[in-house]
C-alpha cells in the first residue's frame, strides 16, 4: 500500500513539473509572441507581423506534442466503465456523435455480437483503438458538411480471433499521413504484440473511397 501511494506520489510530482514547463512555455513561445504581433498589427507594422507566424506555428505544434506527451504518460485508469464491451463501444460511439453535434443523424452504424467476450487488456485496447478510429473519421472524412456520408463500426470473431473494423464513405485520401491518432493506435497494436497477443492493423484508403481501419487480435 506504500509503495502504490509513494508512486502515485512521483507520478503526481511528474505531471506537476511537466504541467509547469508547458506553462512557462505557453507563456514565452505563444502569449508573450501574441502580444508583441498585436502591437506590431497596431502599428501597422505587418512585415514584423508575416516574420513572427512562421515560429508562432512552429512553438504551437511543439507544445501540443508535449501535451499529448504527457496525456500518453498518464497513470492508466480503466477508462470504460462496463465489463460490457458491446455496451462500452455503444455508449463510446454515442459520446463522439454527441460531441461532433451529430447525435440524432444516426452517421454511424455499430455491429457487435451480444455474446462478444474478451480479456480485460484486450477489451480496452479494442475500444482506445476504436476511439481513435472514430476521431478521426469524424475529422477527416468531411461527415459533418456531407449528409451522405456514414461511418460503419464492425467487431467480428473469427478462427479464434477478434476483428475489429472502422470504415466511412468519405472524401478518403491519396496517401495517409501519420497523426498523432494512427500513431496512437500503432502503439496499441504494438503494446499488445509485446504482450503475446498477436495483433495486426491494416489501413487501405483511396480518394472517393473513404478510409477503411482493420485491427485483428488472435483470442
Not at 98 to 111: E, F, H, T
Not at 120 to 146: C, F, P, T, V
Not at 209 to 218: D, I, R, S, T, W
Amino acid at each position: 500500500m506504500r509503495k502504490h501511494v509513494a508512486q502515485q506520489n512521483v507520478n503526481t510530482d511528474a505531471i506537476q513539473d511537466n504541467l509547469h514547463d508547458v506553462a512557462n512555455w505557453l507563456h514565452s513561445g505563444i502569449v508573450l509572441p501574441l502580444e508583441a504581433m498585436n502591437q506590431w498589427l497596431e502599428q501597422g507594422d505587418y512585415e514584423k507581423l508575416s516574420e513572427a507566424f512562421p515560429d508562432l506555428i512552429f512553438q504551437s505544434h511543439n507544445i501540443l506534442n508535449k501535451i499529448r506527451d504527457i496525456q500518453a504518460n498518464l497513470p492508466k485508469d480503466r477508462k470504460y466503465g462496463t465489463d460490457n464491451f458491446p455496451i462500452a463501444l455503444k455508449q463510446l460511439t454515442n459520446t463522439w456523435l454527441k460531441r461532433a453535434g451529430l447525435q440524432n443523424k444516426r452517421k454511424i452504424k455499430v455491429q457487435c455480437p451480444r455474446d462478444f467476450q474478451v480479456s480485460e487488456h484486450i477489451k480496452e485496447s479494442l475500444l482506445a483503438i476504436a476511439d481513435e478510429a472514430i476521431s478521426n473519421a469524424i475529422k477527416y472524412s468531411g461527415i459533418i458538411n456531407h449528409p451522405e456520408t456514414k461511418i460503419s463500426i464492425d467487431v467480428t470473431t473469427k478462427n479464434k480471433h477478434a476483428i475489429l473494423e472502422v470504415r466511412d464513405s468519405g472524401q478518403g485520401v491519396k496517401k495517409i499521413e501519420e497523426g498523432y491518432g494512427i500513431k496512437k493506435i500503432k502503439r496499441i497494436i504494438s503494446d499488445l504484440n509485446r504482450s503475446g497477443t498477436i495483433s495486426t492493423l491494416e489501413i487501405t484508403t483511396s480518394i472517393g473511397n473513404g478510409l477503411a481501419l482493420k485491427v485483428n487480435v488472435e483470442l
